[in-house]
Protein backbone atom coordinates (compact mmCIF):
# COMPACT_ATOMS: atom_id res chain seq x y z
CA UNK A 1 0.00 0.00 0.00
CA UNK A 2 1.37 3.66 -0.51
CA UNK A 3 1.91 4.95 2.69
CA UNK A 4 1.33 8.68 3.55
CA UNK A 5 -0.74 8.22 6.77
CA UNK A 6 -4.08 7.59 4.98
CA UNK A 7 -6.64 4.70 6.13
CA UNK A 8 -7.54 1.68 3.22
CA UNK A 9 -11.26 1.54 3.08
CA UNK A 10 -11.50 -0.85 0.20
CA UNK A 11 -9.64 -2.50 -3.20
CA UNK A 12 -11.69 -2.72 -6.51
CA UNK A 13 -11.19 -4.14 -9.72
CA UNK A 14 -13.15 -3.05 -12.00
CA UNK A 15 -12.86 -4.87 -15.72
CA UNK A 16 -13.92 -1.87 -17.53
CA UNK A 17 -11.26 0.38 -16.89
CA UNK A 18 -8.87 -2.49 -16.52
CA UNK A 19 -7.71 -0.84 -13.32
CA UNK A 20 -7.34 -1.88 -9.70
CA UNK A 21 -8.26 1.15 -7.61
CA UNK A 22 -8.00 1.59 -3.90
CA UNK A 23 -9.92 4.26 -1.81
CA UNK A 24 -8.75 5.84 1.43
CA UNK A 25 -9.85 7.68 4.29
CA UNK A 26 -7.41 10.49 5.09
CA UNK A 27 -7.88 10.33 9.42
CA UNK A 28 -6.16 13.29 10.30
CA UNK A 29 -7.55 16.18 8.67
CA UNK A 30 -5.23 17.04 6.11
CA UNK A 31 -6.71 18.37 2.54
CA UNK A 32 -7.33 16.12 0.17
CA UNK A 33 -5.18 18.07 -2.41
CA UNK A 34 -2.41 17.70 0.17
CA UNK A 35 -2.32 13.78 0.21
CA UNK A 36 -2.96 13.58 -3.43
CA UNK A 37 0.00 15.49 -4.40
CA UNK A 38 1.78 13.14 -1.95
CA UNK A 39 1.03 10.28 -3.21
CA UNK A 40 1.60 11.56 -6.78
CA UNK A 41 5.22 11.61 -5.85
CA UNK A 42 4.84 7.81 -5.33
CA UNK A 43 6.53 5.81 -9.10
CA UNK A 44 3.86 2.98 -7.79
CA UNK A 45 0.49 5.04 -8.15
CA UNK A 46 -0.37 5.23 -11.79
CA UNK A 47 -2.68 8.50 -10.87
CA UNK A 48 -4.20 9.81 -7.95
CA UNK A 49 -7.57 11.86 -7.65
CA UNK A 50 -10.39 12.33 -5.61
CA UNK A 51 -13.62 10.21 -5.36
CA UNK A 52 -15.91 12.78 -6.36
CA UNK A 53 -19.53 13.47 -5.84
CA UNK A 54 -22.20 13.60 -8.10
CA UNK A 55 -25.83 14.93 -7.24
CA UNK A 56 -29.09 13.85 -9.25
CA UNK A 57 -29.90 16.45 -11.56
CA UNK A 58 -33.73 16.73 -10.38
CA UNK A 59 -35.12 20.41 -9.75
CA UNK A 60 -38.27 22.62 -9.01
CA UNK A 61 -41.48 21.98 -10.17
CA UNK A 62 -45.14 23.46 -10.45
CA UNK A 63 -47.45 20.89 -8.77
CA UNK A 64 -50.12 22.62 -10.22
CA UNK A 65 -49.73 21.83 -14.07
CA UNK A 66 -52.18 20.22 -16.12
CA UNK A 67 -51.73 17.66 -19.28
CA UNK A 68 -49.28 15.64 -17.02
CA UNK A 69 -48.20 12.79 -19.93
CA UNK A 70 -47.87 15.60 -22.48
CA UNK A 71 -44.10 14.58 -23.38
CA UNK A 72 -45.85 12.03 -24.72
CA UNK A 73 -46.92 14.04 -27.77
CA UNK A 74 -44.20 15.77 -28.17
CA UNK A 75 -41.85 12.68 -28.58
CA UNK A 76 -44.69 11.17 -31.10
CA UNK A 77 -44.87 8.19 -29.11
CA UNK A 78 -48.08 6.78 -30.92
CA UNK A 79 -46.82 6.28 -34.04
CA UNK A 80 -43.00 5.36 -32.22
CA UNK A 81 -45.33 2.23 -30.63
CA UNK A 82 -46.71 1.07 -34.05
CA UNK A 83 -43.23 0.98 -34.97
CA UNK A 84 -41.26 -0.76 -31.69
CA UNK A 85 -41.63 -0.54 -27.88
CA UNK A 86 -38.53 -1.22 -26.26
CA UNK A 87 -38.38 -5.48 -26.59
CA UNK A 88 -35.18 -7.11 -26.24
CA UNK A 89 -33.09 -3.91 -24.57
CA UNK A 90 -31.67 -3.46 -21.60
CA UNK A 91 -31.63 -0.01 -20.03
CA UNK A 92 -28.92 0.15 -17.23
CA UNK A 93 -29.91 2.93 -14.76
CA UNK A 94 -27.42 4.64 -12.82
CA UNK A 95 -29.33 6.12 -9.90
CA UNK A 96 -30.84 5.60 -6.26
CA UNK A 97 -33.19 2.63 -6.15
CA UNK A 98 -36.01 1.76 -8.07
CA UNK A 99 -38.89 0.80 -6.40
CA UNK A 100 -39.55 -2.72 -8.61
CA UNK A 101 -43.12 -3.15 -7.04
CA UNK A 102 -44.87 -0.55 -7.77
CA UNK A 103 -47.88 -1.68 -10.32
CA UNK A 104 -46.50 0.38 -13.36
CA UNK A 105 -43.39 -1.14 -13.73
CA UNK A 106 -44.44 -4.73 -13.06
CA UNK A 107 -41.70 -6.78 -14.63
CA UNK A 108 -39.53 -4.09 -15.73
CA UNK A 109 -36.79 -4.82 -13.47
CA UNK A 110 -34.37 -7.78 -14.48
CA UNK A 111 -31.73 -7.63 -12.27
CA UNK A 112 -30.22 -5.06 -9.47
CA UNK A 113 -27.16 -4.24 -7.72
CA UNK A 114 -26.27 -2.13 -4.51
CA UNK A 115 -22.94 -0.32 -5.16
CA UNK A 116 -23.23 1.92 -2.31
CA UNK A 117 -21.57 1.25 1.71
CA UNK A 118 -24.37 2.61 3.63
CA UNK A 119 -26.17 -0.73 3.97
CA UNK A 120 -29.22 0.90 3.07
CA UNK A 121 -30.95 -1.01 -0.33
CA UNK A 122 -34.47 1.00 0.24
CA UNK A 123 -35.94 2.52 -2.94
CA UNK A 124 -36.11 6.24 -3.66
CA UNK A 125 -38.38 8.51 -5.87
CA UNK A 126 -36.01 9.55 -8.15
CA UNK A 127 -34.75 6.26 -9.77
CA UNK A 128 -38.11 5.20 -9.63
CA UNK A 129 -39.28 8.33 -11.32
CA UNK A 130 -36.31 7.54 -14.33
CA UNK A 131 -37.33 4.09 -14.48
CA UNK A 132 -40.83 5.17 -15.26
CA UNK A 133 -40.55 7.67 -17.84
CA UNK A 134 -38.59 4.58 -19.86
CA UNK A 135 -40.44 1.65 -19.21
CA UNK A 136 -44.01 2.53 -17.23
CA UNK A 137 -46.94 0.42 -18.53
CA UNK A 138 -49.78 1.06 -16.27
CA UNK A 139 -51.48 4.22 -15.13
CA UNK A 140 -48.34 5.78 -16.62
CA UNK A 141 -47.36 5.28 -20.19
CA UNK A 142 -43.37 4.90 -20.53
CA UNK A 143 -41.38 5.76 -23.71
CA UNK A 144 -40.24 1.81 -24.31
CA UNK A 145 -42.43 -0.20 -21.85
CA UNK A 146 -41.05 -3.37 -23.17
CA UNK A 147 -37.67 -2.31 -22.25
CA UNK A 148 -36.02 -4.44 -19.59
CA UNK A 149 -34.19 -2.10 -16.45
CA UNK A 150 -31.15 -2.84 -15.01
CA UNK A 151 -30.94 -0.79 -11.47
CA UNK A 152 -27.44 0.73 -10.40
CA UNK A 153 -28.21 1.87 -6.53
CA UNK A 154 -25.46 4.01 -6.72
CA UNK A 155 -26.76 6.86 -5.02
CA UNK A 156 -27.04 7.08 -1.24
CA UNK A 157 -28.53 9.28 1.58
CA UNK A 158 -25.18 11.88 2.06
CA UNK A 159 -26.88 14.33 4.86
CA UNK A 160 -29.83 14.85 7.48
CA UNK A 161 -32.23 15.76 4.38
CA UNK A 162 -32.04 12.93 2.47
CA UNK A 163 -29.56 14.47 -0.34
CA UNK A 164 -28.78 11.34 -2.38
CA UNK A 165 -25.26 11.42 -3.59
CA UNK A 166 -22.62 9.16 -5.44
CA UNK A 167 -18.77 8.53 -5.75
CA UNK A 168 -16.52 7.98 -8.96
CA UNK A 169 -15.93 4.63 -7.31
CA UNK A 170 -19.68 3.95 -6.87
CA UNK A 171 -20.71 4.94 -10.23
CA UNK A 172 -17.56 3.46 -11.69
CA UNK A 173 -18.48 -0.22 -10.52
CA UNK A 174 -22.12 0.13 -11.55
CA UNK A 175 -20.96 0.84 -15.01
CA UNK A 176 -19.00 -1.99 -14.96
CA UNK A 177 -21.93 -4.61 -13.82
CA UNK A 178 -24.50 -2.97 -15.84
CA UNK A 179 -21.83 -3.53 -19.28
CA UNK A 180 -21.11 -6.79 -18.05
CA UNK A 181 -24.73 -7.61 -18.14
CA UNK A 182 -25.28 -7.14 -21.53
CA UNK A 183 -26.71 -3.19 -20.86
CA UNK A 184 -26.13 -1.14 -24.59
CA UNK A 185 -27.59 1.80 -22.47
CA UNK A 186 -26.44 3.62 -19.47
CA UNK A 187 -29.01 6.16 -18.47
CA UNK A 188 -26.82 8.88 -16.05
CA UNK A 189 -29.27 11.48 -14.62
CA UNK A 190 -26.76 12.97 -12.39
CA UNK A 191 -24.19 15.82 -12.57
CA UNK A 192 -20.34 16.32 -11.29
CA UNK A 193 -16.86 18.12 -11.39
CA UNK A 194 -14.67 16.87 -14.36
CA UNK A 195 -13.51 13.34 -13.82
CA UNK A 196 -10.24 11.50 -15.16
CA UNK A 197 -11.08 8.56 -13.89
CA UNK A 198 -14.77 8.86 -14.69
CA UNK A 199 -13.96 9.87 -18.58
CA UNK A 200 -11.61 7.02 -18.58
CA UNK A 201 -14.66 4.61 -17.88
CA UNK A 202 -16.92 6.42 -20.50
CA UNK A 203 -14.46 5.71 -22.73
CA UNK A 204 -14.17 2.05 -22.51
CA UNK A 205 -17.93 1.79 -22.55
CA UNK A 206 -18.08 4.03 -25.77
CA UNK A 207 -15.46 1.50 -26.98
CA UNK A 208 -17.78 -1.52 -26.45
CA UNK A 209 -20.67 0.70 -28.20
CA UNK A 210 -22.64 1.04 -25.15
CA UNK A 211 -24.91 4.00 -25.42
CA UNK A 212 -25.04 6.70 -22.76
CA UNK A 213 -27.02 9.09 -21.97
CA UNK A 214 -26.53 12.12 -19.11
CA UNK A 215 -28.27 15.01 -17.93
CA UNK A 216 -27.36 18.44 -19.56
CA UNK A 217 -27.37 19.90 -15.29
CA UNK A 218 -29.80 22.24 -13.35
CA UNK A 219 -27.20 24.55 -12.64
CA UNK A 220 -28.46 27.49 -14.43
CA UNK A 221 -27.54 29.18 -18.35
CA UNK A 222 -23.56 30.78 -16.94
CA UNK A 223 -22.74 27.16 -15.25
CA UNK A 224 -19.61 25.15 -15.98
CA UNK A 225 -20.10 21.90 -18.25
CA UNK A 226 -21.68 19.23 -16.30
CA UNK A 227 -20.04 16.11 -16.28
CA UNK A 228 -21.23 13.21 -17.51
CA UNK A 229 -22.35 14.91 -20.05
CA UNK A 230 -20.01 16.87 -21.42
CA UNK A 231 -18.27 14.13 -22.15
CA UNK A 232 -17.19 12.80 -25.44
CA UNK A 233 -19.33 9.78 -26.84
CA UNK A 234 -22.35 10.88 -24.55
CA UNK A 235 -25.63 11.83 -25.05
CA UNK A 236 -26.18 15.41 -23.26
CA UNK A 237 -29.84 16.36 -23.17
CA UNK A 238 -31.41 19.24 -21.45
CA UNK A 239 -35.37 20.21 -20.23
CA UNK A 240 -38.02 21.75 -22.12
CA UNK A 241 -41.81 22.33 -21.09
CA UNK A 242 -45.16 21.86 -22.62
CA UNK A 243 -44.35 25.30 -24.91
CA UNK A 244 -41.37 24.24 -25.77
CA UNK A 245 -39.74 26.31 -23.46
CA UNK A 246 -35.98 25.37 -22.02
CA UNK A 247 -36.04 24.87 -18.21
CA UNK A 248 -34.48 27.95 -16.88
CA UNK A 249 -31.95 26.13 -14.38
CA UNK A 250 -30.58 24.21 -17.39
CA UNK A 251 -26.86 24.32 -18.14
CA UNK A 252 -26.21 25.92 -22.06
CA UNK A 253 -22.89 24.87 -23.69
CA UNK A 254 -21.84 23.40 -26.87
CA UNK A 255 -22.08 19.59 -25.05
CA UNK A 256 -25.88 19.98 -25.59
CA UNK A 257 -26.59 17.21 -27.97
CA UNK A 258 -30.68 17.75 -28.24
CA UNK A 259 -33.59 18.41 -25.68
CA UNK A 260 -36.74 16.44 -24.39
CA UNK A 261 -39.69 17.23 -22.02
CA UNK A 262 -38.18 17.21 -18.19
CA UNK A 263 -40.51 20.24 -17.03
CA UNK A 264 -43.51 19.49 -14.95
CA UNK A 265 -43.78 15.80 -16.41
CA UNK A 266 -45.61 13.01 -14.52
CA UNK A 267 -43.26 10.46 -13.00
CA UNK A 268 -43.28 7.10 -10.75
CA UNK A 269 -43.05 7.70 -6.83
CA UNK A 270 -42.45 5.10 -3.73
CA UNK A 271 -45.51 3.48 -1.94
CA UNK A 272 -47.58 2.89 -5.61
CA UNK A 273 -47.73 6.98 -6.49
CA UNK A 274 -47.22 9.72 -9.16
CA UNK A 275 -45.60 12.55 -8.96
CA UNK A 276 -45.19 15.92 -11.36
CA UNK A 277 -41.01 16.36 -11.76
CA UNK A 278 -39.00 18.79 -13.50
CA UNK A 279 -35.12 18.69 -14.71
CA UNK A 280 -32.71 17.82 -17.19
CA UNK A 281 -32.73 14.31 -15.18
CA UNK A 282 -36.37 13.42 -16.54
CA UNK A 283 -35.56 14.13 -19.87
CA UNK A 284 -32.35 12.29 -20.37
CA UNK A 285 -34.90 9.32 -19.34
CA UNK A 286 -36.90 10.29 -22.77
CA UNK A 287 -34.16 9.83 -24.53
CA UNK A 288 -32.78 6.54 -23.35
CA UNK A 289 -36.31 5.21 -23.73
CA UNK A 290 -36.46 6.75 -27.02
CA UNK A 291 -32.53 4.83 -27.80
CA UNK A 292 -34.57 1.58 -26.69
CA UNK A 293 -36.56 1.98 -29.25
CA UNK A 294 -34.41 2.63 -31.74
CA UNK A 295 -32.34 -0.90 -30.84
CA UNK A 296 -35.33 -3.05 -31.00
CA UNK A 297 -35.59 -1.91 -34.54
CA UNK A 298 -32.28 -2.43 -35.37
CA UNK A 299 -30.17 -4.31 -32.88
CA UNK A 300 -27.05 -3.58 -34.57
CA UNK A 301 -27.02 0.37 -34.76
CA UNK A 302 -23.79 2.02 -33.60
CA UNK A 303 -23.45 4.96 -31.02
CA UNK A 304 -22.71 6.92 -34.06
CA UNK A 305 -25.90 5.82 -36.00
CA UNK A 306 -28.27 6.24 -32.92
CA UNK A 307 -26.73 9.92 -32.29
CA UNK A 308 -27.33 10.77 -35.73
CA UNK A 309 -31.30 9.61 -36.32
CA UNK A 310 -31.86 11.38 -32.87
CA UNK A 311 -30.48 14.97 -34.09
CA UNK A 312 -31.17 14.87 -37.36
CA UNK A 313 -35.13 13.58 -36.41
CA UNK A 314 -35.13 16.39 -33.59
CA UNK A 315 -37.37 19.21 -34.53
CA UNK A 316 -35.38 22.06 -34.21
CA UNK A 317 -36.05 25.09 -31.40
CA UNK A 318 -34.20 28.44 -31.13
CA UNK A 319 -32.08 29.62 -33.70
CA UNK A 320 -32.04 27.41 -37.05
CA UNK A 321 -29.79 24.41 -36.63
CA UNK A 322 -28.05 23.52 -33.39
CA UNK A 323 -27.47 25.88 -30.75
CA UNK A 324 -26.34 25.66 -27.14
CA UNK A 325 -29.70 25.89 -25.58
CA UNK A 326 -31.75 23.23 -27.26
CA UNK A 327 -28.90 21.02 -29.42
CA UNK A 328 -30.72 19.90 -32.04
CA UNK A 329 -33.69 20.77 -30.95
CA UNK A 330 -36.66 18.13 -28.97
CA UNK A 331 -36.36 14.69 -29.59
CA UNK A 332 -38.77 12.88 -32.38
CA UNK A 333 -39.41 8.92 -31.48
CA UNK A 334 -41.19 8.24 -34.84
CA UNK A 335 -39.06 10.17 -37.18
CA UNK A 336 -35.95 8.68 -35.94
CA UNK A 337 -37.54 5.10 -36.05
CA UNK A 338 -38.09 6.45 -39.62
CA UNK A 339 -34.99 7.05 -40.32
CA UNK A 340 -33.25 4.19 -38.96
CA UNK A 341 -35.55 2.24 -41.29
CA UNK A 342 -34.45 4.19 -44.51
CA UNK A 343 -30.78 4.12 -43.40
CA UNK A 344 -30.82 0.01 -43.35
CA UNK A 345 -33.25 -0.50 -46.15
CA UNK A 346 -30.22 2.01 -48.42
CA UNK A 347 -27.78 -0.51 -46.68
CA UNK A 348 -29.57 -3.71 -47.96
CA UNK A 349 -29.93 -2.02 -50.91
CA UNK A 350 -26.58 -1.19 -51.43
CA UNK A 351 -25.36 -4.48 -50.67
CA UNK A 352 -27.62 -6.33 -53.40
CA UNK A 353 -26.38 -4.37 -55.97
CA UNK A 354 -23.60 -6.34 -57.79
Same mark, same amino acid.
Given at each position: ????????????????????????????????????????????????????????????????? $?????????????????????????????????? !?????????????????????????????????????????????? $?????????????????????????????????????????????????????? +?????? !???????????????? $??????????????????????? +? @????????????????????????????????????????????????? @???????????????????????????????????????????????????? $????????
Amino acid at each position: ALDQGQEVLERVALALVGTRLVRYRIPDGRAVAVVVAALESDARALSVQPNFFYRQDAGETDPGS $ENLQYALNKVEIGDAHLQARGRGTLVAIIDSGID !ANHPDLDGAVVDTIDVTSDGNAAPHDHGTGIAGIISANGLMRGIAP $EAGLLSVRAFAHSDAAGSNAATTIGILRGMDWAVKGGARILNMSFAGAYDPLME +RGVAAA !AGRQVIMVAAAGNNGP $EAAPAYPAAYDRVIAVTATDIAD +R @LYGQANQGDYIALAAPGVDVLVLALDQAHLVQSGTSFSAAHVSGIIALL @LEAQPTLTADQVLWALTAAAHDLGPDGWDSRFGAGRANASKALRLVGHLFRK $ETEASKTP
